[in-house]
């Protein structure tokens, strides 16, 4: 982009609804724009990242754009950055959380395949970390909770790449799914493109998805972390939503159908998330 006046965002129309798991819907009332700031920003430059139409250097000059607006260098061309700088002055957040999102989304504007799992969790680390980090900070709570919350971020990312692996590849020649487990399982590209999955790939999708059940695991401990009661809840619930669609996954077939989690799973996730209550 030439100008800093001019708006850089191009949103793609999806908003809270969208997302598997609920943002903000139930903290507290007076911390809820906050996340929601937080999560205007994501989302924007998320959408910036996955445009099929911008080429790869608008996109990271959009990206930084949005950087030197959060970090005060001009306040015109990314309204959510400027939303977000006045949120974090308010709250004394620091800005770390969201400046490593934008390192995730300038990797996607370049990078399309992941040679490993190793690999995968280090893009996880910018892209699905800071947000859960981001929310824990808002709130006040302590580091430790950030073990915890790290894994919770991780799998519900892992496994929205999984949901969309079709989708990814046809929209953007994106493949999160690792080279090396394809090359293991005997699959590969063509095979994430037809119309069914082949064994190979569920062999490849179950093996992501035991990872997923490990790290489901390392985050059950997260709503006892926390000491906001509200957050208590909601993190309950979006830890029994990842038990859920990680079931769902291991059940379906994602290259069929994009498997979705149910109304059914959403009202039992949150009775089971009562207990967190009081």
């Not at 990242?49 to 990314?78: C, P």
């Not at 700088?85 to 300038?106: C, D, K, M, N, P």
Request: with cysteine.
């Amino acid at each position: 982009m030439s100008s800093t006046a001019e708006n850089v965002e191009a949103w793609s129309g999806k908003d809270k609804g969208d997302e598997n798991f609920p943002v903000g819907a139930i903290v507290s009332p007076r911390l809820r724009a906050h996340v929601h700031a937080f999560y205007s920003f994501a989302r924007n430059a998320d959408d910036i990242a996955d445009s099929d139409t911008l080429e790869a250097d608008d996109k990271i000059a959009r990206l930084n754009v949005m950087e030197a607006v959060l970090m005060g260098e001009h306040d015109h061309g990314s309204p959510s950055a400027l939303g977000l700088r006045a949120s974090l002055a308010e709250t004394g957040v620091t800005s770390q959380h969201a400046r490593e999102l934008l390192i995730a989304f300038r990797q996607d504007a370049v990078k399309n395949r992941y040679a490993c799992w190793n690999e995968l969790y280090d893009y996880c680390r910018y892209s699905a970390m800071p947000v859960g980090r981001h929310v824990l900070d808002l709130h006040g709570e302590s580091h430790d909770s950030w073990v915890p919350s790290d894994a919770l971020c991780t799998v519900l990312q892992v496994l929205n790449h999984v949901q969309d692996c079709k989708k990814d590849l046809l929209a953007l020649n994106r493949c999160y799914l690792p080279d090396d487990l394809m090359l293991q399982y005997g699959t590969g590209i063509d095979d994430v493109l037809g119309n069914a999955e082949t064994p190979g790939l569920r062999k490849l999708f179950n093996d992501l998805l035991q990872r997923c059940q490990a790290l489901n695991t390392d985050a059950g401990p997260l709503p006892r972390h926390v000491r906001d009661r509200r957050l208590r809840v909601e993190t309950s619930i979006i830890c029994n939503l990842s038990n859920r669609l990680t079931a769902r996954l291991l059940a379906n077939d994602p290259v069929a159908k994009r498997v979705k989690l149910s109304k059914l799973d959403a009202g039992l996730s949150i009775l089971a998330a009562l207990r967190f209550l009081p």
